[in-house]
């Protein structure tokens, strides 16, 4: 019998499930879509609505020394609030980096989740774009989109603030992210 499947999933509102029920988060939509070939599986959700790349590089220390299994995958999902916030890109890159860094001297292999701006934040966005995937190529972790294509933005997609996602965006993100994940497991 093979040991059960656990995955961190690490990083901002998008985790971390704001406005949404705990079963309609990413990490709760994710374990159930994995139990059907991983059964056993579990997500732990180590999301902090507002975080920055600072901020998850701050708690990462807590929250590994906390766990009782090295975890099997970690997802990691942050950077839109530093965009947000304006953080300089270099200190952007320099918390991710050490995050990543972390993690691989732990063993624990990495997806590297992208937000893509929307055409008002572009320009803003412009220093920020690529970190991630330099630094999954840097620290061999893979990086892929957290939104699939037609999500983002969509008006039934997203809560009454018009900027989280609902639970049927969620729903379509963990469709579109699981089998990357069920490769990485």
């Known amino acids: 019998m093979t040991t059960p499947r656990f995955i961190l999933a690490l990083g901002d509102s998008l985790v971390a499930g704001y406005g949404l029920a705990t079963a309609d988060s990413f990490p709760a ?27 998850v590089e701050r708690r990462l220390p807590g ?23 304006q953080v300089p890109a270099t200190r952007t890159r320099a918390h991710l980096a ?5 993690l691989q001297d732990c063993g624990i292999p990495v997806l590297l989740t992208t937000v893509a701006p929307p055409a008002i934040l572009r320009d803003q966005a412009a220093a920020y774009l690529g970190i991630h995937a330099e630094l999954a190529a840097e620290y061999g972790a893979r990086v892929r989109p957290f939104f699939p294509p037609g999500v983002l933005g969509h008006p039934d997609m997203v809560l009454a603030d018009k900027v989280h996602p609902n639970a049927k965006a969620i729903a379509a993100v963990v469709a579109a992210m699981r089998d990357a994940v069920e490769a990485m497991l």
Not at 68 to 82: C, E, F, M, S, W
Not at 98 to 102: A, E, I, K, P, V
């Open 29 to 55: 939509q994710l374990e159930a879509a994995l139990q059907i070939r991983f059964p056993g599986a579990h997500v732990l959700n180590a999301g902090v609505s507002g975080s920055t790349t600072a901020d």
């Open 98 to 102: 050490q995050t990543l860094l972390r």
């Open 63 to 85: 929250i590994l020394s906390g766990l009782t299994q090295r975890p099997d995958l970690a997802i990691v999902q942050v950077g839109p609030n530093d965009v947000l916030r």
